[in-house]
């Protein structure tokens, strides 16, 4: 049964009404009306319905939306203000230099997948804000593109990198 | 703290207002674009285009943005007759009572037959706003100059806006107007960028998926796991609706054998079509993919000659150098990352569909016979959904949401779980494909055979077949399910020549639909290694071989450009196989899909002892005529030979005698980053020769590449694909 649960996404906290074993897919899209994270098979087979939970990328499509009460969920729509607190900038960017790159490098074609692809490699960067081009695979194998966009994504994040490292705090 | 519904009162961007409705029953009277059902007639220069007071121009076109970017490139075709800026230019949603009927967004034709119409159209428009410019100035057409929506004299200058300012032109669309001389053009042929890319990775862009309206259910179909033979449907035995009677608010709507549904909160519809307990009809209809081939080739078909010329098996049997293959081809899915889904409002004398059809005009005609409405009462707008490649669910989803809705009495938004859209698909056909060549002693070609077994498209949908009990029946036959010169030798200057297409009755099997670049990877696959091994006979340059056997310059240009970017240097194939584990080849390849012209070139490894193979460059060419945006086109390029090795290397619909099998990306897996190619697009612009298709215009090509290369790198071939590892290690076991 529906109870009352408390989460905090894109710094925000939010009060939703929802059995606690949804799917916090279903509490983003429906109750949030967030059009980042969507679905792709509700399997995490996939990587459409990426989010951050605490900086981590996790498929929203199987995680409970009891499970992230007390953590911070970050979306798409999240990432630039997540990217300006990370890097201790003074102004929140329209768009983080992932989504830039993706938009340099014309990379998109349908963008189905790129809420998962663009939620990913910001986490990569995060960690690591250096990858070589065999880690950047690594990374985003988990995340399928039926379009076949690979290669583009792969430069946008090279891009991405770069970028990132001349920004200044 | 803010919830659902205070969004929908606020009335965000995702909320379709439904007074949109009401245009339905619209009165007759002052036209109000989308007040009456259309298609709006494409003789009023109106229904193309609209100039606005601000000096912004709104272009009405008939084609769906399905991720490919011609929803730009044709922009760019009208800013360039208009001689306005594309930050001027906009354009609006497909949808029945606005846009213009340009047919279906498929076989690649949005810039071929879409182009000539809106350049046309912008054309026309031009002319009529030089007239008034020139009363307006007081100076000769002659003398008048155009710049970002500007017309200028000597004596001063007036803007479109102020010309016609949001008011009809009234003209009739003649098709007169002069357009310009491609030495003129300075928009088109440039890649200008996406419009619809900062919208996508920010997150704004609406997709189908997001769709919502106020007072909605969602709804979800039942149906088998896996659908059996298109012929036999899927039948309920028993239904248990008490078996969803623990999940709040969620009901169950049937009608035949069509089951479904719908609840308030989208987990509970999930919920429930997971819980429901049916009982299906579960008798053996299929052969299971293992006996497929065999059936296909043993079927009693429907046989046609596609080209008699000379005699093809005299010449092959006179001919010194010969060569013979059967090859098999399975189906594969479209498969959309994100499952079809499509919101419906359907009520006693209307309805309102939006959904991801790629023909919004033949899916209002579809709609309005299951809905037994006259076609006027049904309104369809379209909203992109995840790339479809081809005919995917698109039809079937909105066809189950308004009959959900109709059922439910309200409107109800229905997103496909992932086992149904891979499960329920309308697949591209299997194929068998023989071919048998021959050349002479001087390395031509004289003489080519080719015989391909597949079944037609489906012509009605699941949906309707389950609730209506409509007989399942296949489409006749054109030219894009059959075989065809394009791709089965006729790139190649050949005295004889036989084709054959053996059409095989397709109820017994399963689903098939028109999947990007249709049969010509299987098609390519067969042929383009037997050309190859022509080659490798006379122990020619594979590339060598093909040149001396084109005349077309087309033809040849794509060749020649595919050799120059991927650096060829001559040898024959498989002159340099070695004993190590890891090997690799290179090869080359051509075809198309029934227009423009392609050639590619593929670098790939092998490793021996696991039989894994995976593309390390591929080159493509396309020479599609003009090319309204060359940066489009390569990224279409570089997405298709990515999906060429997707298709290649993995993709297979797998079945049983009951059911098929392959549900998700587990057990239908595709390409990941990991053995991602590199890929070099390469664009044969040609500004005076008509467009035509360029989305998937060289994967055919890219399969035979692919294909050689394996022969290449091992002096085996490959009989059948996907190249999986199994399929290798026996191949290479059997040397």
Not at chain 2, 120 to 137: D, F, I, V, W
Not at chain 2, 178 to 202: C, E, H, M, Q, Y
Not at chain 2, 517 to 538: G, H, K, N, R, V
């Amino acid at each position: 049964m529906a109870s009352e649960l408390k989460i905090r996404v894109n710094e925000r906290s939010w009060t939703v009404s929802a059995a606690p074993d949804t799917p916090l897919l279903y509490v983003l899209a429906n109750e949030l009306l967030l059009q980042g994270p969507r679905f792709g098979c509700g399997l995490a087979q996939c990587g459409s319905c990426s989010v951050l939970v605490n900086g981590v990328e996790t498929r929203s499509c199987v995680t409970p939306v009891s499970a992230v009460q007390g953590k911070s969920v970050t979306t798409l729509e999240g990432l630039p203000t997540w990217y300006a607190a990370q890097k201790k900038l003074a102004q929140i960017p329209e768009l983080h230099p992932v989504q830039q790159a993706m938009l340099d490098e014309q990379a998109v074609q349908c963008g189905y997948c790129y809420n998962g692809m663009i939620v990913k490699a910001s986490e990569l960067l995060e960690k690591n804000p250096h990858p070589s081009e065999a880690q950047i695979r690594t990374a985003m194998n988990g995340h399928l593109c039926r379009c076949g966009t690979y290669p583009r994504i792969i430069q946008a994040v090279q891009r991405a990198s770069r970028a990132m490292s001349e920004v200044k705090a | 703290m803010t919830l659902r519904r205070d969004f929908l009162k606020a009335g965000g961007s995702l909320v379709v207002g439904f007074q949109l409705r009401d245009a339905l029953l619209g009165q007759p009277g002052p036209v109000v674009r989308g007040a009456v059902a259309g298609p709006p007639d494409p003789k009023q220069v109106d229904t193309w285009l609209a100039i606005h007071a601000d000096n912004t121009a709104t272009v009405y076109i008939g084609f769906a943005e399905l991720g490919q970017g011609n929803s730009t490139a044709l922009l760019q075709v009208a800013a360039e007759e208009l001689d306005m800026d594309m930050s001027q230019l906009k354009t609006v949603r497909l949808d029945t009572n606005i846009t213009p009927n340009q047919g279906g967004t498929y076989s690649s034709a949005s810039i071929q037959r879409g182009g000539p119409q809106v350049r046309t159209a912008a054309a026309e428009a031009r002319q009529a706003l030089l007239q008034m410019a020139s009363k307006k100035l007081d100076a000769p057409i002659d003398g008048l100059t155009v710049s970002k929506g500007v017309v200028s004299a000597a004596g001063g200058s007036v803007r479109y806006g102020e010309l016609v300012g949001d008011k009809p032109f009234h003209l009739a669309f003649t098709g007169s107007a002069p357009v310009k001389s491609s030495a003129s053009f300075k928009i088109v042929g440039t890649p200008v960028p996406r419009n619809d890319l900062p919208d996508k990775v920010s997150g704004k862009y609406v997709y189908m998926q997001h769709v919502r309206v106020p007072g909605m259910l969602h709804g979800r179909v039942v149906r088998p796991r896996g659908q059996g033979a298109y012929g036999a449907g899927a039948k309920v035995i028993a239904l248990d609706e008490t078996s969803i009677g623990n999940i709040p608010g969620a009901r169950v709507l049937r009608r035949g054998d069509f089951v479904g549904v719908v609840a308030e909160n989208e987990w509970n519809a999930v919920r429930a079509a997971r819980q429901l307990k049916v009982t299906w009809d579960s008798s053996p209809t299929l052969t299971g993919s293992d006996g497929m081939y065999q059936a296909m080739r043993a079927a009693k078909t429907d046989d046609r000659i596609v080209v008699e010329r000379g005699n093809a098996a005299d010449a092959i049997g006179a001919a010194p150098h010969k060569v013979a293959y059967n090859c098999r081809a399975p189906y594969q899915a479209h498969a959309p990352f994100g499952p079809n889904c499509a919101l419906a409002d359907v009520t006693a004398d209307s309805a309102l569909v939006m959904c991801s059809t790629q023909d919004v005009y033949g899916t209002r005609g579809t709609l309005a016979r299951i809905l037994e409405l006259p076609v006027d009462k049904v309104r369809v707008q379209y909203y992109e959904g995840s790339g479809t490649y081809g005919h995917s669910c698109y039809d079937d989803v909105a066809q189950a949401a308004s009959l959900l809705s109709r059922l439910a009495g309200k409107p109800v938004r229905l997103q496909f779980m992932r086992w149904d859209e891979h499960g329920w698909d309308n697949y591209g056909p299997a194929h068998v494909g023989e071919v048998r060549a021959a050349a002479n002693a001087d390395g031509k070609i004289v003489g080519y055979e080719y015989d391909g077994w597949q079944h037609h498209w489906s012509n009605v949908e699941t949906s309707e077949q389950l609730a209506l009990g409509k007989p399942a029946a296949e489409w006749q036959p054109n030219p894009a399910m059959q075989v065809n010169p394009l791709c089965c030798g006729g790139m190649y200057d050949i005295p004889h020549m036989r084709l054959v297409n053996h059409h095989v009755p397709g109820l017994g099997y399963l689903k098939g639909a028109w999947l990007r670049s249709p049969l010509d990877l299987s098609f390519s696959f067969t042929s383009e290694q037997a050309i190859d091994q022509l080659a490798f006979l006379l122990k020619l340059d594979p590339y060598e071989f093909r040149r001396r056997n084109i005349k077309n310059d087309r033809w040849l240009g794509v060749l020649d450009a595919a050799a120059k970017a991927a650096n060829w240097t001559a040898r024959p194939a498989a002159s340099n196989l070695s004993k190590s584990k890891t090997v690799t080849g290179r090869g080359i390849g051509m075809g198309t899909h029934l227009a423009s012209y392609g050639a590619a070139v593929a670098e790939i490894e092998i490793d021996k002892d696991t039989g894994k193979v995976v593309a390390k460059h591929l080159y493509g060419v396309v020479d599609a005529g003009l090319v309204v945006n060359p940066g489009n086109v390569e990224s279409q390029i570089g997405g298709q030979l990515v999906q060429t090795a997707s298709r290649m290397f993995h993709e297979e619909v797998t079945f049983t005698k009951t059911n098929v099998t392959s549900l998700d990306w587990a057990s239908y897996p595709i390409l990941r980053f990991e053995e991602c190619p590199q890929v070099t697009p390469v664009v044969v612009q040609r500004l005076n020769e008509r467009s035509t298709g360029a989305g998937e215009e060289v994967m055919a090509a890219a399969a035979g590449a692919i294909a050689n290369a394996f022969f290449d790198a091992t002096g085996v071939r490959m009989m059948e694909f996907p190249l999986t590892p199994k399929r290798v290690l026996a191949a290479l076991a059997r040397g």
